[in-house]
C-alpha cells in the first residue's frame, strides 16, 4: 500500500528566504506526483505535475523534483512571500485516476 | 475556463435530513471525483466517475450515494448522516477517464463544509 509523508508538517520562515518542501513515498510504481496548494477552509489549487519520466518542472518561483528511485520528490519555493502562506499537499497518482495524499506541510511566511 | 463550481458553501443538516451537494465544470472533462477531507487532514477519496459511469467506490457507507447526470455534473446525496460525516466534501474533475494517466491534472472546486448536527 503506498504510503506518502510529509516533512515538516509545519513551518515558519521569514519573507524574502528560500525553502525546501519534502514528499515521500514507499512504492516506486507511480504515474505522476502533483503538488497542491490549499488556503484554510478553501479547495485544491494545482501547482505542479510532474510525470512518472521526468525529473523536474518549474513554475515561475516553484520548482518540483521528483526522484523515483529513492522515493522522493521536493518543492523549492525561491523568494518567499507572505502570500505563498498555505498548506502544501503532495499526492502521488496510482492506476485508475487514484490520488494518494500525504498529511501536507503548513507553511507561514511571516513578514 | 478551468472552474469546477460547488454549491451550496456551507450546508447545515440534521441526522434525519436529504440533501445534496452539486458539483460542475464545462471543461469537457470526463471524470470527476469526490473527496472528503477531515479538519487538518488530506483530502480521502470517495467515489470516482469515469465517462458517467462508477468507476471506484472507496467503501464509502450507504448514506452517501453519487450521482452523475451527465458529463458535466456530479451530485452527492446525503441521507441519514451522523455527526462524524461533518467536513468538507471536495469535487474534482480530470480530462480523461483511463487510459494514459501521463497529463491527467485533477481540478478541484472550492468545496461544501458540511456540518451535521
Known amino acids: 500500500k503506498q504510503e506518502v509523508t510529509q516533512i515538516p508538517a509545519a513551518l515558519s520562515v521569514p519573507e524574502g528566504e528560500n525553502l525546501v518542501l519534502n514528499c515521500s513515498f514507499t512504492?516506486?510504481?507511480?504515474?505522476?506526483l502533483q503538488w497542491f496548494r490549499q488556503d484554510p477552509g478553501k479547495g485544491l489549487t494545482s501547482l505542479l505535475l510532474i510525470q512518472s519520466s521526468q525529473r523536474e518542472q518549474t513554475s515561475g518561483r516553484l520548482n518540483a523534483s521528483l526522484d523515483k528511485s529513492s522515493g522522493r520528490s521536493t518543492l523549492y519555493i525561491a523568494a518567499s512571500q507572505p502570500g505563498d502562506s498555505a498548506t502544501y499537499l503532495c499526492?502521488?497518482?496510482?492506476?485508475?485516476?487514484?490520488?494518494?495524499f500525504g498529511q501536507g506541510t503548513r507553511l507561514t511566511i511571516n513578514p | 475556463d478551468t472552474e469546477v463550481t460547488q454549491t451550496p458553501k456551507h450546508l447545515v443538516m440534521g441526522m434525519t435530513n436529504k440533501k445534496s451537494l452539486k458539483c460542475e465544470q464545462h471543461m469537457g472533462h470526463r471524470a470527476m471525483y469526490w473527496y472528503k477531507q477531515k479538519a487538518k487532514k488530506p483530502p480521502e477519496l470517495m467515489f470516482v466517475?469515469?465517462?458517467?459511469?462508477?468507476?471506484i467506490n472507496e467503501s464509502v457507507p450507504s448514506r452517501f450515494s453519487p450521482e452523475c447526470p451527465n458529463s458535466s455534473l456530479l451530485n452527492l446525496h446525503l441521507h441519514a448522516l451522523q455527526p462524524e460525516d461533518s467536513a468538507l466534501y471536495l469535487c474534482?474533475?480530470?480530462?480523461?477517464?483511463?487510459?494514459?494517466?501521463?497529463?491527467?491534472?485533477?481540478?478541484f472546486g472550492a468545496g461544501t463544509r458540511l456540518s451535521v448536527l
Open positions: 512504492d516506486s510504481a507511480i504515474y505522476n
Open positions: 499526492a502521488i497518482i496510482q492506476g485508475a485516476q487514484k490520488l494518494v
Open positions: 474534482a474533475s480530470s480530462p480523461t477517464g483511463g487510459g494514459s494517466v501521463a497529463k491527467n491534472i485533477q481540478y
Open positions: 466517475y469515469s465517462y458517467e459511469k462508477l468507476s
